[in-house]
């Protein structure tokens, strides 16, 4: 790659002109994350060691170890953390795999479908799976009609916790593993099988360790993301489900113990960092940036290739003896029910909001008794809930904005930089994403109450920014990967200057990633709701943010209508995001 500076001194002049470092283009990035994401978290977490007078301290430490319940519940969120990557791991490979041998149209059509819950607001759905799996929802009266002597009870459960959690991030982890597995060249398979090796043999020895760098990439997203959950369980999990941020929303909100909750987040930092570090030596954080992870321990890649074995002769086994049953059945059939029925229960919960907003009811059921436009014209008639919605439509306007500014300009100087350090810059930009966001949320807030941020628009813009800068990074980042510097090289030797380059050569080609940028970062900040429950301070609500205080306050169908409305602005520029990213591919 060439360097950012390309123009030769002029002759006329005979003086040097100015060059500019390509990577002083990720300052404005690397500065606002620091001033707005790593300046309150470290001051936060020191507030852990200090006492009542700013001096130095360990009382709160002891006071956190010496306490049963913030022992019983960081396990337990640890626990709840594992049991959801495990369970989201096995389900998603599988459907995963399914996805990576369909046609390109067939794949992007089915994407869509997992996509949409992703890019759906976590409080929607979990309240939808308190409609669904009540003793009054449909689940139950399916059961009781089929014979049951009881209605469903599995609300505040363990494990209705651990199914929504997994609920919330399958889409991310089928999306993680997918791009690993459609780059596997599909000609591998075949020439295994030309060489002797059976159709397990074939999967376990070829295919699944080349789709290991986006399992093990998914395998740490989860991991991280389930520990920083709050709102699932507090919704759908009893007292003892409760997770690490559920005690920080009572120490900020409701103790106003600013020392304590510094260390409860400092501990849930520190052990995603520890996860993170483990995760590098073992397979290499580069597999998170884009790159190809590894095993860098001999005696791990060892172990690893031992096991594959293993699952490798059992699978054979396996074959072995279906190959007896009479009639040589084929099986090939549920790995496809399997994936219907898995992205037929993601879309569930999104789509039993729509009926339930026309609802002749007074309360939420489903399926509803009846229709009316009753719930829609109390939502349209409702300043609050109005004024909410266009609250949230303008800061994810901004949001989206400043976060198309400050990562096209570091993605720029990082794909004209050659060299170690950009793996580095490359994981700052990623860090809103490693750190989970109720520690951001707390940071914020904490930093912003001495500037008087605290309820403003301008203190959440800049929290959802924080939040919105990776995704809107990845997507430009890798548009300017595959990018061909070679026109803007060619249009600087017929006269061009840097600006015009720019502005005409390289702005147009990258429109399309732009835009697709720019919806996710809206879509980012208009579901955001963990840097509005603290941010906003109970005096900006945004529309995620008036729909919690409803479920908490007063469930109403208003709540549904809502969501119809988070649903028709969420399809529709989510089915415009992906038209402006098949642009951007095809360029």
Request: glycine share 6%.
């Amino acid at each position: 790659m060439s360097e950012f500076a390309t123009s030769k001194p002029s002759n006329k002049t005979g003086r040097k002109r100015l060059t500019l470092h390509p990577l002083w283009l990720t300052a404005p990035g690397l500065l606002f994350l620091a001033i707005f994401l790593a300046w309150p978290t470290l001051k936060l977490m020191l507030l852990s060691f200090q006492d009542s007078e700013g001096h130095f301290s360990l009382d709160v430490w002891s006071q956190m170890f010496g306490a049963g319940i913030y022992v019983k519940v960081t396990i337990n969120t640890f626990i709840i953390a594992l049991q959801t990557t495990l369970v989201c791991l096995l389900i998603a490979y599988p459907v995963a795999y399914w996805l990576a041998q369909r046609g390109e149209i067939t794949r992007r059509r089915l994407m869509w479908l997992i996509l949409l819950p992703f890019w759906t607001s976590a409080l929607l759905k979990n309240f939808a799976w308190m409609v669904l799996l009540s003793r009054r929802g449909i689940l139950s009266e399916i059961l009781m009609g089929l014979g049951a002597d009881q209605p469903l009870n599995v609300l505040y459960t363990r494990g209705v916790v651990v199914f929504a959690m997994v609920h919330s991030m399958l889409p991310l982890a089928i999306i993680t593993m997918l791009p690993t597995m459609t780059s596997i060249d599909n000609r591998l398979m075949p020439a295994s099988h030309t060489l002797g090796a059976s159709r397990p043999q074939a999967f376990w020895r070829i295919f699944f360790p080349l789709s290991m760098p986006g399992l093990v990439a998914a395998c740490l997203l989860i991991f991280i993301g389930s520990l920083g959950f709050f709102i699932t369980p507090a919704l759908l999990g009893s007292p003892q489900d409760s997770v690490i941020g559920q005690l920080l929303i009572t120490q900020v909100q409701q103790l106003l113990n600013w020392r304590l909750a510094g260390a409860i987040a400092m501990l849930l930092l520190v052990v995603t960092l520890l996860v993170c570090f483990c995760y590098d030596k073992l397979f290499g954080m580069s597999s998170i940036a884009g790159g190809e992870g590894h095993a860098s321990n001999p005696r791990i890649r060892a172990i690893g290739y031992a096991l594959i074995s293993l699952l490798a002769r059992i699978s054979d086994a396996i074959g072995t003896l279906l190959s007896l049953i009479p009639g040589k059945p084929r099986f090939g059939w549920l790995l496809t029910l399997f994936s219907v029925l898995t992205i037929a229960v993601l879309i569930l919960p999104v789509v039993s909001f729509l009926p339930m907003a026309f609802s002749s009811s007074s309360f939420l059921q489903f399926p509803p008794p009846g229709f009316s436009l009753r719930w829609m014209q109390t939502y349209l008639a409702s300043p609050i809930w109005t004024g909410a919605t266009a609250r949230s439509f303008g800061i994810a306007l901004v949001t989206a904005l400043l976060a198309v500014l400050i990562a096209t300009t570091a993605a720029f100087g990082l794909a004209r930089h050659q060299g170690k350090s950009g793996s580095l810059v490359v994981m700052t930009f990623l860090l809103p994403m490693i750190v989970p966001n109720i520690v951001t949320a707390v940071a914020l807030f904490y930093l912003f109450a001495n500037f008087g941020l605290v309820g403003s628009n301008l203190g959440i813009i800049l929290g959802h920014t924080v939040m919105a800068i990776p995704v809107v990074f990845i997507i430009i980042l890798t548009t300017f990967k595959n990018y061909d510097w070679r026109l803007d090289q060619a249009a600087g030797t017929l006269g061009a200057n840097r600006l015009q380059v720019i502005w005409e050569i390289t702005l147009p080609l990258i429109k399309s990633s732009m835009v697709a940028a720019f919806i996710f970062g809206f879509l980012n900040s208009f579901e955001e709701l963990t840097v509005a429950l603290f941010v906003g301070g109970g005096v900006k609500q945004t529309l995620p943010k008036q729909m919690w205080d409803d479920v908490l306050l007063s469930v109403t169908p208003t709540l549904a209508a809502a969501s119809v409305i988070i649903l028709t602005i969420v399809t529709l520029l989510f089915i415009v995001a992906e038209r402006s990213r098949r642009k951007a591919e095809a360029l």
